[in-house]
């Protein structure tokens, strides 16, 4: 499985940015994607994911409201639309491949552990 983010970049507080994850080698429609993101000096956060089989999805509590996971039937990539971006959403966004996990529950979709195939990222800077 081979993940590749693109889209981050710079944006103003209040802007918006969308993050795109192509896959290949897996797809979609059978399992779930991840995004996770990671600022300089803090542990890795689990912030949505979605399933293929459903479109069910989760929003960590941090982003719900603002971020929107997605994704368009039979295309096998899976966005992130970031919305009234804050500072603090600066970070590393990657998006990610579970092993065995069977929802979008938050104790799957917060843990990496579940998590065994990672694109290499895209970096998103909020000013104020």
């Known amino acids: 499985v081979v993940l590749m983010e693109s889209g981050g970049g710079l944006a103003q507080a209040g802007g918006s940015r969308r993050l795109s994850c192509a896959t290949s080698g897996i797809m979609f429609e059978s399992g779930y994607r991840g995004w996770f993101r990671q600022a300089p000096g803090k542990a890795r956060e689990g912030i949505a994911c979605?399933?293929?089989?459903?479109?069910?999805?989760y929003s960590a509590d941090s982003v719900k409201g603002r971020f929107t996971i997605s994704n368009v039937h039979g295309n096998n990539a899976v966005y992130l639309q970031l919305n009234s971006l804050k500072p603090e959403d600066t970070a590393v966004y990657y998006c990610a491949e579970p092993g065995a996990i069977s929802s979008v529950d938050a104790k799957y979709c917060n843990n990496g552990y579940y998590w065994h195939s990672w694109g290499r990222g895209t970096q998103v800077t909020v000013s104020a």
């Open positions: 979605i399933s293929g089989v459903d479109g069910s999805t």
